[in-house]
């Protein structure tokens, strides 16, 4: 789970990975886009340098099942971040993100 804080002209991102804190500040953060429903903002598996915080709709976070269409684990909504795969190890997406109606999104480079 990442939680997202402004601070002063910036952004400060703490998340836990394996139990220990983690935290990053970015100072950009003008980066706007907008996705239509049934867009995909990552698919699982690519490289992961960025995450997302939703400023309006929803994002619903998948995963492929092997014989079976993607499975929808969690939906985040305004306000949340979706995007962790950036923190750790092999910095690939571990799920999918797909637009579930018209979204607006505000995206932050974790590379």
């Known amino acids: 789970m990442l939680k997202l804080f402004q601070v002063g002209d910036g952004f400060l991102v ?3 990975v394996s139990g220990v ?3 990053h500040r970015f100072e950009q953060h003008d980066v706007n886009f907008f ?5 995909m903002l990552f698919r699982e598996g690519e ?7 939703v400023r309006e709709g ?9 014989g079976h269409a993607r499975v929808t684990i969690q939906t985040a909504g305004v306000g949340e971040v979706v995007g962790w795969s950036w923190l750790i190890g092999a910095h690939l997406w571990r799920y999918s993100a797909r637009a579930v ?3 607006r999104a505000m995206a932050f480079d974790g590379s």
């Open 14 to 16: 703490i998340g836990y």
């Open 21 to 23: 804190q983690r935290a």
């Open 35 to 39: 996705f239509r429903d049934g867009e």
């Open 47 to 53: 490289t992961a340098s960025t995450f997302f915080l």
């Open 58 to 66: 929803q994002v619903a976070l998948e995963l492929t099942a092997a």
């Open 101 to 103: 109606g018209d979204i």
